[in-house]
DNA sequence: GCCGTTTTCGGCCCGACTGTTTTCAGTCG
């Protein structure tokens, strides 16, 4: 079994103790070890296989064991046999925005609830609001609810959300009274996929500005509209949350709101070892639970000043080590955007891009790019239009014309030719050492045969390294985000196999691939893998999206060094001709 | 269920909002 499919299991058995009425602190570990799990670079079975289960943070003699029995067996009777007690699909019910286990056991017992479409019809006829501590009000608020889920069940990738987090806080700034408005969540941390937006405004008259929220016509639906916080439905359904604080209590609402909520809890518990109380408002002493003066809140600074720590960037919050690393004194120096000096995945229309050659040059320079690195598809991608070495020789000639150009302009931009290349079924690559005659570098990515075990797919693409013809490994894990699932491959395998190589392992910026993922990128810098953060563009403005790469990339705790584009040009045709040079002597 | 250089037992983050059971439980993040 995955990591994911475990962690998956645990947040289950999370549910179903919740509807046992369990004791919430029991459940808590649950769900905590489910994402302790999916934060994991190595797969469980290798973690099992050393005997170090129990040092993960979160997983004792308990935990342990039942990794151990689905490892093994694939199944678990812990689960199942909690899964006896409720109907098929009735999990399905704590979907829905409002019921929780309370009511979704009242449901089933008061009025034979299985699943979503019984809850349904029950609400429909009415029988909701005759059950004790349930009203009409209730039941009103229950069909809204089932009204909007299947819309607003799915969530949504970053790229999506990203502007429309961005018109919201331009709105909300625009609102009189809003002094500060920002986008907190998961948004701000940059995962790739977000559930809902979390906006953070603050004012001096809080209410002012929540009833002006609501009245703005910003959310197709306001679904609860208090003093301090309002939340409803953006246009196409996706969740959004306004809170908003007084400017004193800026910075610990924004630390709060941004979480994880894993690490807000950490912040918690360390502000109570030091004997402080930390919320939303601030950074509070506290002498025998009576709550003292404010220590911190105005800035996000202050408040991990106040806990002991250095700022943490918000991409770290996720409760992987980020604190134990603040305190001491080794966070990452994270890349920015602004260290990215070129793009080497870029697509022109000589096959299926776009945009020439020249264009996106040009819009590289604009960025402040040096450099850029064209890699149409090679011959074999017919679906996407690749092109044989003919087409390739005049890409070099244009490619060597327009670097001349450039050079007699005095522009700061130079172009690299690569090409990228299938990775085929038996581990070779549709390309011959002669191509190095014609291109700079060689991107392997694999496009086909994704169906394959992940087994066979580590092998196959460790053996197309070995080649020695692959300088870049593209969307090493061929995951689709919200269609196919993350592990097509041992990533562990495949980092160590780049290592020995000297491959670079792509942060491939698709918005849709995101690959590596944050955890695996994590899991190359601890192996002291080389990285390459590309755009994938297929035209000139798509470049914009290695905004979301570099995000991802932060996420996994990479610094610049480690990033072949953030390389000064010579550095990076210097490893290139080391690389060629180490393949012709072998 | 996990965790511990003050603890191997007794703790475990904190608050907003809603609806309804007039003092609070349930849900959410």
């Given at each position: 079994m995955t990591n994911e499919q475990i962690a998956a299991v645990f947040d289950q058995i999370a549910e179903l103790l919740a509807l046992e009425d369990e004791n919430v602190f029991r459940i808590r570990s649950y769900q905590r070890a489910a994402e302790v799990i999916r934060g994991l670079g190595r797969e469980l079975a290798e973690i099992r296989a050393a005997g170090e289960l129990e040092q993960l943070p979160g997983v004792g003699e308990a935990i342990a064991a039942k990794v151990e029995e689905l490892l093994d067996t694939g199944d678990l009777q812990y689960l199942r046999k909690l899964q006896s007690r409720y109907p098929e699909g009735f999990l399905e019910l704590l979907q829905v925005p409002g019921v929780g286990p309370k009511h979704a056991k009242l449901f089933l017992r008061e009025l034979g609830v299985r699943n979503v479409a019984d809850?349904?019809?029950?609400?429909?006829?009415?029988?909701?609001?005759?059950?004790?501590?349930?009203?009409?009000?209730?039941?009103?608020?229950?069909?809204?609810?089932?009204?909007?889920?299947?819309?607003?069940?799915?969530?949504?990738?970053?790229?999506?959300?990203?502007?429309?987090?961005?018109q919201m806080v331009q709105l909300l700034r625009g609102l009189p009274e809003v002094e500060r408005a920002d986008y907190a969540g998961s948004i701000r941390r940059g995962r790739e996929t977000i559930g809902d937006l979390d906006l953070l405004a603050t004012s001096q008259h809080p209410e002012r500005v929540t009833t002006a929220f609501a009245r703005s016509g910003a959310l197709e639906r306001v679904e609860l509209a208090g003093d301090t916080k309002v939340s409803g439905l953006l246009p196409g359904g996706r969740q959004a949350d306004l809170r908003v604080v007084e400017?004193?209590?800026?910075?610990?609402?924004?630390?709060?709101?941004?979480?994880?909520?894993?690490?807000?809890?950490?912040?918690?518990?360390?502000?109570?070892?030091?004997?402080?109380?930390?919320?939303?408002?601030?950074?509070?002493?506290?002498?025998?639970?009576?709550?003292?003066?404010?220590?911190?809140?105005?800035?996000?600074?202050?408040?991990?000043?106040?806990?002991?720590?250095?700022?943490?960037?918000?991409?770290?919050?996720?409760?992987?080590?980020?604190?134990?690393?603040?305190?001491?004194?080794?966070?990452?120096?994270?890349?920015?955007?602004?260290?990215?000096r070129c793009d080497l995945h870029l697509h022109s229309s000589y096959t299926d891009g776009a945009d020439s050659i020249a264009a996106l040059a040009e819009a590289a320079r604009q960025r402040g790019y040096t450099h850029i690195g064209i890699a149409d598809h090679s011959a074999s991608l017919t679906v996407a239009g690749g092109i044989g070495e003919e087409q390739i020789a005049a890409q070099r000639a244009e490619v060597d014309r327009l670097n001349a150009q450039l050079r007699a302009r005095n522009q700061r931009m130079r172009v690299l030719l690569g090409t990228e290349a299938?990775?085929?079924?038996?581990?070779?690559?549709?390309?011959?050492?002669?191509?190095?005659?014609?291109?700079d570098f060689v991107v392997g990515a694999v496009h086909q045969g994704f169906s394959a075990d992940p087994d066979r797919m580590t092998a196959r693409i460790i053996a197309a390294l070995r080649?020695?013809?692959?300088?870049?490994?593209?969307?090493?894990?061929?995951?689709?985000?919200?269609?196919?699932?993350?592990?097509?491959?041992?990533?562990?395998?495949?980092?160590?196999?780049?290592?020995?190589?000297g491959v670079a392992l792509e942060i491939n910026s698709s918005p849709d691939r995101l690959d590596l993922s944050d955890v695996n990128a994590r899991l190359a810098v601890e192996q002291g893998a080389l990285l390459t953060i590309n755009s994938d563009a297929h035209n000139a403005a798509n470049m914009d999206l290695i905004r979301l790469g570099v995000l991802t990339a932060r996420r996994g705790w990479v610094e610049a060094p480690s990033v072949i584009n953030t390389w000064p040009l010579r550095k990076l045709t210097a490893w290139l001709q080391a690389r060629r040079q180490k393949k012709a002597k072998s």
């Amino acid at each position: 079994m995955t990591n994911e499919q475990i962690a998956a299991v645990f947040d289950q058995i999370a549910e179903l103790l919740a509807l046992e009425d369990e004791n919430v602190f029991r459940i808590r570990s649950y769900q905590r070890a489910a994402e302790v799990i999916r934060g994991l670079g190595r797969e469980l079975a290798e973690i099992r296989a050393a005997g170090e289960l129990e040092q993960l943070p979160g997983v004792g003699e308990a935990i342990a064991a039942k990794v151990e029995e689905l490892l093994d067996t694939g199944d678990l009777q812990y689960l199942r046999k909690l899964q006896s007690r409720y109907p098929e699909g009735f999990l399905e019910l704590l979907q829905v925005p409002g019921v929780g286990p309370k009511h979704a056991k009242l449901f089933l017992r008061e009025l034979g609830v299985r699943n979503v479409a019984d809850l349904r019809a029950a609400a429909e006829a009415g029988r909701i609001r005759q059950l004790p501590g349930m009203g009409a009000r209730s039941e009103a608020k229950l069909l809204e609810a089932l009204q909007n889920w299947n819309e607003s069940q799915t969530r949504a990738l970053l790229a999506e959300m990203l502007p429309l987090a961005e018109q919201m806080v331009q709105l909300l700034r625009g609102l009189p009274e809003v002094e500060r408005a920002d986008y907190a969540g998961s948004i701000r941390r940059g995962r790739e996929t977000i559930g809902d937006l979390d906006l953070l405004a603050t004012s001096q008259h809080p209410e002012r500005v929540t009833t002006a929220f609501a009245r703005s016509g910003a959310l197709e639906r306001v679904e609860l509209a208090g003093d301090t916080k309002v939340s409803g439905l953006l246009p196409g359904g996706r969740q959004a949350d306004l809170r908003v604080v007084e400017p004193d209590s800026y910075g610990a609402a924004l630390v709060y709101f941004t979480g994880s909520q894993q690490h807000s809890i950490r912040l918690r518990e360390r502000g109570q070892d030091l004997g402080l109380k930390v919320n939303e408002y601030g950074v509070f002493a506290e002498q025998d639970g009576v709550e003292g003066p404010r220590l911190a809140g105005a800035t996000e600074e202050e408040v991990y000043a106040a806990l002991g720590l250095p700022w943490i960037p918000p991409e770290l919050r996720e409760d992987r080590g980020e604190l134990q690393a603040a305190e001491a004194g080794r966070l990452p120096q994270l890349i920015t955007l602004h260290d990215i000096r070129c793009d080497l995945h870029l697509h022109s229309s000589y096959t299926d891009g776009a945009d020439s050659i020249a264009a996106l040059a040009e819009a590289a320079r604009q960025r402040g790019y040096t450099h850029i690195g064209i890699a149409d598809h090679s011959a074999s991608l017919t679906v996407a239009g690749g092109i044989g070495e003919e087409q390739i020789a005049a890409q070099r000639a244009e490619v060597d014309r327009l670097n001349a150009q450039l050079r007699a302009r005095n522009q700061r931009m130079r172009v690299l030719l690569g090409t990228e290349a299938e990775i085929r079924a038996d581990g070779t690559v549709d390309l011959t050492p002669r191509i190095f005659e014609l291109v700079d570098f060689v991107v392997g990515a694999v496009h086909q045969g994704f169906s394959a075990d992940p087994d066979r797919m580590t092998a196959r693409i460790i053996a197309a390294l070995r080649t020695g013809m692959v300088d870049i490994l593209a969307h090493p894990t061929g995951r689709l985000l919200l269609q196919r699932p993350a592990y097509a491959v041992h990533a562990a395998e495949l980092v160590a196999a780049a290592v020995e190589l000297g491959v670079a392992l792509e942060i491939n910026s698709s918005p849709d691939r995101l690959d590596l993922s944050d955890v695996n990128a994590r899991l190359a810098v601890e192996q002291g893998a080389l990285l390459t953060i590309n755009s994938d563009a297929h035209n000139a403005a798509n470049m914009d999206l290695i905004r979301l790469g570099v995000l991802t990339a932060r996420r996994g705790w990479v610094e610049a060094p480690s990033v072949i584009n953030t390389w000064p040009l010579r550095k990076l045709t210097a490893w290139l001709q080391a690389r060629r040079q180490k393949k012709a002597k072998s």
